[in-house]
């Protein structure tokens, strides 16, 4: 975790639509480093997927410029763009769209081994084998369509897709949010095991808190195509500093009942993309907000925990949410209940 | 770690599993297999002609002209005494060969053209379109009889005039599937992956679009049966004297009062093939339907 692999400058972009111009990212500056997960927490709408689109070239930046390794990503020619692809992959929200319904899971993984010449003729096959056995499918169902998987299975084979060219960078594009809760827990400690055992670095978008506090090290909460503050992801959680981060954590659900927290909440809808307020463009929802919020817009400021507000310092503190909940007898005797392997009548 | 295996029959070629798939699909529907028997049976008729055929289709015979249905011609005889069933089974060879010809063509024009349109975009989308936009102000038959009067009176011509006049349905077709396609996330990952572009078109994009195509291919085909029999009717299709059902019909408009066996067999030839095939597309595209 020390030099940065990706590093984002000015990163900007507009879509033209017959409304207007939507300014879907605005200004966002951010690096990625070797091994580090980033996530990029925000409502929908927020740019958060235009930024992992990006990432990956997948779209044209209207600014702005993505250095991954030293290469410029947004001057590389055709060819070098593909080399580069390598070493930057993407799981998708939708385990059903991602996946070729007319691909069998093993031509599938096969594709990126033979096109970056990382495996040929008889090494193909064991090739693939490793690739599903590392993110927990059975080899022997190589040759399955993705419609004979379930959800979980499926996400799975767009891991090992992604894993198949040994990337350094994985966007995970909502990654978990289309998956069952208990598969979403399967699904994140594999993340976390491929991060450890390769190296990996993620860049997680997720409007998840929940998870993002679990998986993070540092999160950039984006607020219409601007991240208004980015911080280690302790840090954060434990003290919130932009209104909006604040009105973000607080919304996160206690699973105790009987918890008091005291809840920022915010009124109205995010102002349309197209629209965008001058000054601060949080101004119109924010608790705080006074004239200069309307004229000037914030930059990040600050060291290690940046924050795009004018006002934070002298904003009161606001009480943290319970870093860990206050486990009762019943709640020690359900998880227990949970990691025992015997089964039920067992019991 | 694991999440619930989804059981899968244990046939080892996934191939064959999804045609298994398909056919039991396919056959759901009654009206389907008997679509799909008649256009079978008529494509017997059309390759075996040779052996079914029970008299010479061509050789006219004036002891036999214009002769009601009987035991030895079942379908009677035309103006030139030749025996009607041999040349509905010999006309079976223009009338198919005419719809699966003219449909390979404007499949081999049109679907490279819809794939390149949708996928690149831009002048090359431009152009092709308002190619395409042009051929479809004018109606499918009148294109086609343009096209063939242009060309010259031949089976082969009116193939070819038939094909081209169908091919800008197939170009709009394919390049609505691929626009709908390209944005899927799977597309997305080809290119993520460093596919080509061409490898993106072909391997992942083409094979998904397929289905609504052929459904339409079928359908079509249909309609350019009835299109040669058409401009057979009008004597730019298939010359005299091999037989066509549209050039049969010609020759029985004349003696509607006198021989009506003659207009009856090749109506109800083209009225039952066109039917079948029409059958076949519907149950092809329920079969098709992603959806379930």
Redesign the interface.
Same mark, same amino acid.
């Given at each position: 975790m020390t030099a940065p692999i990706l590093k984002a400058t000015g990163l900007t972009k507009h879509f033209p639509t017959p409304g207007g111009l939507v300014r879907a990212v605005s200004d966002v500056d951010f690096t990625l480093n070797a091994g580090e997960t980033l996530a990029l927490v925000g409502e929908s709408g927020s740019g958060k997927s235009t930024i992992g689109?990006l990432i990956?070239r @997948?779209i044209e930046p209207t600014s702005g410029q993505v250095e991954i390794d030293g290469k410029q990503l947004f001057t590389l020619k055709a060819k070098e763009?593909?080399?580069l692809?390598?070493d930057?992959?993407?799981i998708?929200q939708?385990p059903y769209?991602? @996946?070729?319904?007319?691909?069998?899971v093993g031509a599938m993984l096969a594709?990126?081994l033979r @096109?970056?010449g990382l495996a040929s003729g008889r090494a193909v096959e064991p090739a693939v084998a490793d690739l599903m056995r590392l993110v927990?499918l059975q080899p022997d169902q190589a040759?399955?369509?993705p419609h004979?998987?379930?959800?979980?299975?499926r996400q799975?084979i767009?891991i090992a897709?992604a894993l198949?060219?040994q990337p350094r960078i994985i966007v995970c594009d909502e990654a978990v949010s289309a998956l069952d809760v208990s598969?979403q827990a399967?699904i994140v400690n594999?993340l976390a095991d491929l991060r450890k055992a390769r190296g990996l670095a993620y860049l997680f978008i997720s409007h998840d808190l929940a998870i993002v506090r679990h998986i993070a090290d540092r999160v950039a909460v984006l607020y219409l195509g601007r991240i208004v503050e980015l911080a280690p992801a302790a840090e954060l959680f434990a003290s919130p500093r932009h209104p909006y981060t604040r009105a973000l954590l607080s919304a996160i659900p206690t699973p105790d009942p009987t918890a008091r927290r005291e809840r920022t909440l915010l009124s109205g809808e995010p102002p349309s993309p197209i629209n965008l307020p001058g000054g601060c463009s949080f101004h119109p929802r924010c608790p705080f907000a006074v004239e200069r919020c309307r004229t000037e817009t914030p930059v990040l400021t600050g060291a290690g925990h940046v924050t795009a507000c004018h006002l934070w310092p002298e904003l009161p503190p606001q009480p943290a949410p319970p870093a860990e909940l206050e486990t009762s007898d019943r709640l020690k005797r359900l998880q227990a209940r949970f990691q025992d392997e015997r089964p039920m009548a067992a019991l | 770690?694991?999440?619930?295996i989804?059981p899968?029959r244990a046939e080892?070629?996934?191939r064959i599993r999804?045609l298994k798939r398909f056919l039991w699909r396919l056959g759901r529907r009654k009206t389907t297999i008997v679509g799909g028997v008649f256009v079978a049976l008529f494509l017997a008729l059309a390759i075996f002609a040779p052996l079914i055929s029970p008299y010479d289709p061509i050789a006219g015979n004036w002891a036999t002209v214009r002769k009601a249905p009987s035991a030895a011609h079942w379908l009677g005889t035309d103006e030139l005494g030749r025996d009607m069933l041999a040349r509905i089974i010999w006309g079976a060879r223009a009338s198919l060969s005419a719809g699966c010809v003219s449909v390979g063509l404007a499949l081999a024009l049109g679907v490279p053209m819809g794939l390149a349109a949708g996928y690149a975009g831009g002048w090359i989308e431009a152009t092709l379109m308002r190619l395409t936009d042009a051929m479809l102000a004018i109606p499918f038959l009148i294109l086609a009889i343009a096209l063939a009067t242009f060309l010259g009176p031949s089976l082969t011509n009116a193939m070819m005039a038939i094909g081209i006049s169908a091919t800008p349905v197939f170009v709009r077709l394919t390049r609505g599937q691929v626009i709908a396609a390209k944005v899927?996330?799977?597309v997305?990952?080809?290119?993520?992956?460093?596919?080509?572009p061409l490898r993106i078109a072909v391997?992942?994009i083409l094979?998904?679009v397929l289905p609504p195509i052929l459904v339409q291919a079928t359908l079509t085909i249909a309609a350019a049966i009835i299109a040669e029999a058409s401009l057979s009717f009008l004597g730019l299709g298939q010359q005299p004297p091999q037989p066509s059902w549209g050039s049969m019909l010609n020759v029985a408009k004349g003696f509607l009062n006198q021989a009506p066996w003659m207009a009856l067999s090749p109506g109800a030839a083209i009225f039952v093939v066109v039917l079948a095939f029409n059958m076949l597309g519907d149950g092809l595209r329920d079969a098709l339907d992603?959806r379930d």
């Open positions: 689109r990956l @997948l763009l593909r080399a692809r390598r930057v992959q993407i998708f939708d769209g991602s @996946l070729n319904p007319r691909m069998t594709e990126p @096109l970056h927990g040759n399955r369509y004979e998987f379930s959800g979980g299975q799975r767009g897709r198949a060219v598969i399967q594999l | 770690m694991t999440d619930a989804v899968v080892t070629d996934p999804e899927e996330d799977y997305e990952a080809a290119r993520a992956l460093g596919n080509p391997r992942h094979p998904n992603p």
